[in-house]
Each structure stands twice: as structure tokens, then as C-alpha cells.
């Protein structure tokens, strides 16, 4: 019997996991933490794809994994803050020295609490997960597993269709189904229901509504810096003032591509033929 495909990627992550673990233990290393954040997020959607196709909605032990995540995801947001700063400083040849500052400091914080987690982290909880999943596939059919993966991305692409007609309310939310989709096709074999160019321009969708959150996350966090730490007569008030609106028009114009890109990508896969299964006849059996 062939292995479970989803297993096989399971546990190709949890090493990329473990890996990453024992390099960060001790030293703060960027690509590190980028490379455990990813496998954290890859995994997290393989167990969404498992549920799913397990029908099974038992609670799983993947809490303290959850809890490692949002401390490198506060370290990565200031991270990605101080350098996409640093390129709007450059692009307006302006200095923001106050606010800089601040997210140097606010990263310093962050590391400390980054080097807690993961001398806290305890790998054994997924280990004992994996062994779990291998108890409940074993005897699994490998292509009745594909089959419902199928059903699985039809439905979430439905979904996905669905929020796009208001596309500016929920650009989070499209954002996280657009990971979902990627990780789960990034799986199975390929062309799986969805053609190679399809699947890089669902990557290129992506991109664009990456920098799209980096950019709002900066704005968040200079606004707030200047409404509670700036007195409104200094002249970096107005300096931060002038731009938030600059990222904000940022903003809009990279949401509006990214939109544009994701409905024409909803709009191409209706008519691609996946292996041996169409789109269009998967959502006529679901």
C-alpha cells in the first residue's frame, strides 16, 4: 500500500519543526524563525485537511505549538515593521527617528520572550500527535483520502468565491483560505485539480496580500505610536501623520491588484481540469 500522502508531508514538516527548534536554542537566527514559523503554519493547515477527512472532530494536542507561534509572529511583525521602514525612509528620504526607536526596543522585548518559548517548548506534544494521526491513517485508503481532499478544496474554493464578492471586508479571511488552499494543492500530486500556472499565480496572490498585511500592520503601529507617545505639537507627529497616508494608499492599490489577481485565479480554475477529476465536476458531486 502506498504511503498516506498528508502523512508523508506531516512529518516532513515536524523535522523542518524540530530542526529549526535546535538552532534558535540559544542564538536568535532570522531565517530560523521565518522557517519554524512556516512549518508551524503548514502543519496547523494539515490538520484542518485531516479533520476534514477524518471527519473527526476530537481536540488534538497542538495548543502549546499554537501558543510558540503567536510569540514568533510578535518578534516577525516588528521585524518586518523595522524593515519595511526602513525602505519608506529611504523612499521619502525622511527620518523617523522616534518611531524606529520604538520597534527597536519593542524588538529586544520580543527576542527575550521569543528565547522563553522556545526554552519552553516541549517537543514531545507533537511527537505524540504524529503518532496519533499514524494510529488513524493506517488504515486509511490513500486515494479515497485524495478523492476527499478534492471535496475538501472544492468546498473551501466555494467559500473562497463567496467572500470575494466583498472582497474588502474580509481580505484576512480570504488571505487564510488562499494558505489553506496553497498548502493542501502543495501536497497532492501534481496537477491535482489545479494546473502548475494556476498554482503560482495562487502563490503570486498570496504575495501581494502578504505585503499587503505587512503594510497594514506598520500603519497600525505607527498610529498608535503617535496618538499615546506623540504630543501633537512635536513635528514628528505630523511627519507620522503624513505617512499613515502613504501606506494607507499603498495599501488600497495592493489590495485592489491582489483582488483582481484572485478572481481571475477563482475564475480560470472553473474550467481546469484536475487528475481525472474536473473542478466543475467536483462541485456538481458536492
Given at each position: ?34 522557517d519554524l514559523r512556516v512549518a508551524i503554519k503548514k502543519l496547523r493547515s494539515y490538520l ?206 495592493k489590495l485592489q491588484k491582489a483582488e483582481k489577481e484572485i478572481k481571475a485565479f477563482i ?20
Amino acid at each position: 500500500m502506498p504511503a498516506i500522502f498528508i502523512l508523508l508531508h506531516w512529518k516532513r514538516q515536524q523535522r523542518v519543526l524540530l530542526r529549526n527548534l535546535a538552532k534558535l536554542k540559544g542564538l536568535q537566527e532570522v531565517k530560523a524563525i521565518h522557517d519554524l514559523r512556516v512549518a508551524i503554519k503548514k502543519l496547523r493547515s494539515y490538520l484542518k485537511l485531516l479533520t476534514i477527512l477524518l471527519n473527526d472532530g476530537k481536540e488534538t494536542d497542538f495548543e502549546k505549538t499554537e501558543q510558540l507561534f503567536s510569540v514568533l509572529g510578535k518578534h516577525r511583525d516588528i521585524e518586518m515593521g523595522l524593515l519595511l521602514l526602513q525602505s519608506l525612509e529611504k523612499e521619502n528620504k525622511m527620518t523617523y527617528a522616534a518611531f524606529r526607536m520604538q520597534l527597536k526596543v519593542a524588538l529586544q522585548t520580543t527576542e527575550i520572550w521569543v528565547q522563553n518559548a522556545l526554552n519552553k517548548y516541549d517537543e514531545k506534544g507533537l511527537a505524540d500527535l504524529t503518532t496519533e494521526l499514524q494510529q488513524y491513517l493506517k488504515e486509511k485508503n490513500n486515494q479515497a483520502l485524495l478523492d476527499k481532499t478534492g471535496i475538501a478544496l472544492t468546498k473551501e474554493l466555494k467559500k473562497l468565491k463567496r467572500l470575494t464578492r466583498h472582497f474588502e471586508a474580509h481580505p484576512h479571511e480570504i488571505r487564510k483560505m488562499l494558505k489553506n488552499v496553497f498548502y493542501w494543492i502543495s501536497i497532492c500530486p501534481k496537477d491535482f485539480l489545479i494546473g502548475a500556472v494556476q498554482v503560482s499565480k495562487l502563490k503570486k496572490s498570496l504575495n501581494h496580500l502578504g505585503d499587503w498585511q505587512d503594510h497594514e500592520m506598520l500603519y497600525r503601529k505607527i498610529k498608535h505610536f503617535r496618538k499615546d507617545f506623540i504630543p501633537d505639537s512635536r513635528e514628528e507627529y505630523l511627519l507620522l501623520k503624513e505617512l499613515e497616508k502613504s501606506i494607507k494608499s499603498k495599501m488600497g492599490a495592493k489590495l485592489q491588484k491582489a483582488e483582481k489577481e484572485i478572481k481571475a485565479f477563482i475564475s480560470n480554475i472553473a474550467t481546469l481540469p484536475g487528475s481525472g477529476t474536473s473542478f466543475a465536476e467536483l462541485h456538481q458531486k458536492n
